[in-house]
């Protein structure tokens, strides 16, 4: 479906863009070992946005039905990383609420707007200049005043808005979250209302240092992209690499092939333009040896 294409290709751009990281190896941490603040999933150039551009996108990724359950320890790391992923597509957000990187606004400072404490201000700000203090007149002082109670409730209504988008962006990951979730998994979080505590609690019930073994090949995909050369040798080498990563996390749906593929390619303009923007695919099940052939050749033509 050509919708569908389109917009999981603008999150795939946005997202990959910034996902390249240097040193794999880096990043294979305990997410215990900082309170799950950063799933090894995560890598540390993302760009961090401000809660109070939270939108919510209209073509959202549906997660219960493109990321596998979690049923457990055994397919953690694979769950994690489809599910963070995923989550990531809709919205950096709820990826960055997950990781306890996007607080609730803190209630801000108001001025004190009374005719006493402005009338010291003024003073204040005269500097003992005996003009200046001459000018603060009681028409000063009020306007002052006025200028301080307006300013007072920009601050109130910005929180407000701040702390509204904080409360939906939670909601709205959190479900999506437990979308993911198998029964027995569901069951540890049904009571959780934040999004990064119940991410926690799984990570404590199901984590384990064998998780590690996949982090490496991960990333080698992850960091996989075509920027130019012959893009049968680069399908060859994505295969490969998809290869080495499912020998390890179990295989995957088509469309979860397909979505890694388009990661790797996306950045490319040429991709973009001359490939995916007129590419038309059946959402439930890609044919992924066409697309890989359609590729290759309209690569090669370009």
Known sequence: MKFFNVVLIAALAAFANAA????????LTNPLEKRCKGPAIMPPSIKKISIFDFKVSEHEIDLGK?????????NWRAWEKQMLRMLGF??????QLINDEMWMPSPPTYEDASHASVKALLLKEAEGNKEMECRITEEVIEARCAEIVASNLELQKRYADGEEKWERANKRALQQFVSTLGPEAYAL???????HDAYTKLAEEYWDETHYGSYSRFYKLLNLQYKKGDPHTFVARFKKLLGDYTEVVGKMTPMQEFCHFQWATICNDLCYTKYFIDLDIDDEEPDLDQIYSDFIKIMREN
């Open 20 to 27: 390249a990281v240097p040193n794999p190896e880096a990043a």
């Open 66 to 74: 493109s990321v596998p359950k979690l049923q457990g320890s055994s």
């Open 90 to 95: 809709n919205n950096k957000v709820y990826v």
């Open 189 to 195: 979080v049904s009571g959780h209302s934040n999004v």
